[in-house]
């Protein structure tokens, strides 16, 4: 959602998912490139040119602001010549400061100093991006909105990303011991802001979680502090530095000492604060259900789902894609199929590394050849497992030389690595999904600036296709995988339209029960505190196979799915409109060759 401000959501290194892309960088600076891509880059244009060393200055500046986010984009920032602000070591703010407003209006008096019609290929699409991302932030910046929506939920809320921030931190030399201790003692006035945040919530009526939820997670921290694995994380991160004993001992005391004053100690205060204001959090309900609540979810939904597309045009198209989907799945049944034979469909794969290898052994299929990945994944400890969250792609700074790495809930997913539905989740989170994507991104990216720029829609609506695609290499019985996705994509969603229904319509838990079945009553709860979360995975997925079916039908026999998947890639996570562009430019050259 576009209502998190923090600095720590901007740099958290997860994804699944929440990724960003990720490249290693030439001497210049710049993203090697490959193919057409180098061609487009010889032949820039002066305003090319000039535009160039402006995305240079402005990543610069945007790290700059935060360690966070330099951190997050290289493991050596100061010999890209980024120099960090006094106060660069906070986790960030809860709504945006006068520095925020500041460098958004900087950035876009300097776009406007561009011509847009001058820039060529990914310059214009870069451009593009820039320039809809912060009007579209400074649009959404107003008082009206700042305090609508939670800070508390259960699966993307401020006492669990913390954890997992801390948990998934990496140390790329000894400056950085230092810089992480200064971060975990930011943690008291993080959270101090975040209680401050929700006290202004409460005076507004606005404040509304599940306190027990939370209540129970900085507990379970807290009980569990002697054998947390953040100590342990943050230890094997020491031994990376491959230090002497007594550097690496010091170092070690350094942080726990960071984590037993600053770090543990906040959760209790988290405790007794938010227990305090038990009387002022109210019931959980849909945004629709609040001042500004159904035009503050329609612009949640245009940041979801990377368009400018109105909430009844977004409804619409969730109506109509249901209903496509109900008239296929009885027609399959009509046609003597048994859907219960999709439920014990089993990959042969019995290992998430022999997913991983069976993945990489099958991708060329369908998209680009890149470059051999190296990769390490492991399984998460329990106490860093959400549910909900079954695996994600930890993404590397853009100079990274090590491999990338993927981690999966085995606490709740358990030990069935042969059904299909894991193996979509290795898929969508390695490749040809995020992991995949960042090494495409590595290879193609003509700057920098790049990496910033990633909307969720391509994100995670990319990944979720991805995975899909992965499934026709299986060599499953057809009428089989149809009836799977079908049934999938009928669950999917129908959550999509149960979220209209509870954020954009104001469906009570009441109403919402009677339509679904008390089954489901835990869904409201988190679709009302998480609005629009799937919107980017199953919208996003809808947007691009919407195009991929346009460009088949129009193709023919000249339809080459690696070609498509190359366009659909070109430039990264942008937002579907520049995408489209890319897409087209695809079936125009394919007509013609």
Known sequence: MFKKWTALLLALAMAGCSSAPTSNTTDSGH???????????????????????YLDEYFKEYCSRSYLLAHRYFTDYQKEGITL???????????????????????????????????????????DQMTWSYEFSKESDQEKYLYLGSIWSENFGTQSEVYTYFAEFELYNENDVDALVKVIDNVPQYFEEAIAFSKEQAKRDLLAFNLDSVLTYCQDTLDNQASSPVFEELDLEVDTLMLDEAKANEYKQQIHDALNRSFFP?????IDELSSMKDEIGEVVGLAQYENGREYYEKVLQSATGTDSSLDEINQEVSSALMQLSTQGQQLIESGFDMNSIMSIDTGLKSPEEILGYLEENYAKSFPVVNEME???????????????????????????????????????????????????????????????????????????????????MQEGYATYAGEVAQSWLGLDEQ???????????????????????????????????????????????????????FSYYFGYYLITQKRAEAQEELKDKFNEVEFNQALLKDGNLRFSIVEENIDEYIEKAKTS
């Open 480 to 534: 089989v995988l149809e009836g799977y996705k079908l049934n999938t994509w009928l669950n999917n969603y129908s959550i999509l339209q149960a979220d209209l229904l509870i954020n954009g319509a104001g469906v009570s838990k009441d109403e919402f029960v009677q339509i679904y079945g008390e089954q489901v009553a835990d869904i409201y709860d988190r679709l009302a505190q998480e609005p629009g979360v799937f």
């Open 85 to 127: 602000k006094e106060d660069a070591y906070s986790l960030g703010n809860f709504v945006p400061t006068q520095e925020d407003r500041d460098f958004t209006n900087a950035v876009l008096e300097k776009l406007k100093g561009f011509d847009r019609e001058k820039l060529t290929g990914t310059y214009q699409a870069i451009y």
């Open 375 to 457: 990769y390490e994944i492991k399984a998460l400890p329990d106490e860093q497992s959400q549910s909900g969250v079954t695996a994600y792609f930890v993404n590397p700074p853009i100079d990274s030389t090590r491999p990338y790495q993927m981690r999966y809930n085995a606490r709740d997913f358990g030990q069935d690595f042969s059904s299909l539905s894991f193996f979509d989740t290795m898929a969508h989170e390695g490749i040809p999904g995020h992991m995949y994507q960042a090494q495409f991104n590595k290879e193609h990216f003509v700057s920098n600036a790049q990496y910033s720029m990633s909307d969720m829609a």
């Open 31 to 53: 993203a090697a490139q490959k193919g057409e891509d180098q061609v487009e880059q010889t032949n820039q244009s002066s305003e090319d040119t000039a535009f160039d060393e």
């Open 266 to 270: 906040s959760y209790q205060y988290l």
